[in-house]
């Protein structure tokens, strides 16, 4: 079974430039999230996606992050313009109705 | 929204002995709990999981006990190898919510 598959896996940009990250969940996982892990930091969760519908995006800061799910299978996060504080490494995970989240390798961001 | 607090932030314990882990949560509906291992530059992977209609679960050198009236479970790895040396995060979660909040991960070493 393949796992989640995120890209790029890293991605150099400068400040205020857009950037957007790509995932494909496990087959067959109807929740799909995205995170963002800081440096020593636990994954922070930015969105939730049950299907094609964001049923938690509290966290998302969304004058500058959008995210889709069109067909409920893959995703893309997006954010214009990137700012310094955005570095970091953006996970995407899915999970089916057993609870258990699987991880992509990420997206290490980083915005010069 | 649920707080999960972990302890300790670093670890360094001697081949062969055991290592704990202990979280807390805020939550009381929260009913289930996993733990991630990641290491260094790759995704958080599951090593065990426990919910909330059993005390304690163990799996080969790993194990994870929960106690709902203090708010706490903790993980214990006995036998401690150098391959166990990465971070550990716990997390909490609600079935209904079927959303994670993740401590901010212990750094464990194990010395050779």
């Known amino acids: 079974e393949a796992g989640v598959v995120q890209s790029p896996r890293y991605k150099i940009i400068e400040k205020k430039q857009p950037v957007a990250f790509w995932c494909n969940p496990i087959?067959?996982?109807?929740?799909l999230y995205w995170y963002r892990q800081n440096l020593g930091q636990g994954p922070e969760l930015l969105i939730r996606?049950?299907?094609?519908?964001?049923?938690?995006d509290s966290q998302l800061p969304k004058d500058r992050f959008s995210a889709e799910r069109l067909k409920g299978v893959d995703s893309t996060l997006k954010i214009q313009p990137a700012e310094l504080g955005d570095s970091a490494v953006y996970l995407c995970?899915?999970?089916?109705?057993?609870?258990?989240?699987?991880f992509g390798p990420g997206t290490r961001l980083l915005v010069l | 929204g649920e707080n999960v607090e972990q302890h300790p932030s670093t670890l360094s314990v001697q081949e062969g002995d055991s290592a704990v882990i202990k979280c807390t949560y805020s939550?009381?509906?929260?009913?289930?709990f996993p733990w991630y291992k990641q290491e260094l530059g790759k995704r958080p992977q599951l090593i065990i999981d426990?919910?909330?209609?059993?005390g304690e679960k163990k799996d080969q050198r790993i194990a994870v006990t929960l106690n709902k009236t203090a708010k706490h479970f903790s993980l214990h790895i006995t036998e401690t190898q150098p391959e166990d040396s990465a971070v550990y995060f716990c997390?909490?979660?609600?079935?209904?919510?079927?959303?994670?909040?993740f401590g901010t991960g212990t750094s464990l070493t194990v010395i050779p």
């Open positions: 996606y049950e299907n094609e519908e964001a049923v938690d």
């Open positions: 997390a909490a979660s609600t079935s209904t919510g079927n959303q994670f909040y």
């Open positions: 087959s067959g996982h109807n929740t």
């Open positions: 939550d009381s509906a929260s009913n289930y």
């Open positions: 426990i919910r909330s209609n059993v």
């Open positions: 995970a899915s999970s089916s109705a057993s609870l258990t989240q699987y």
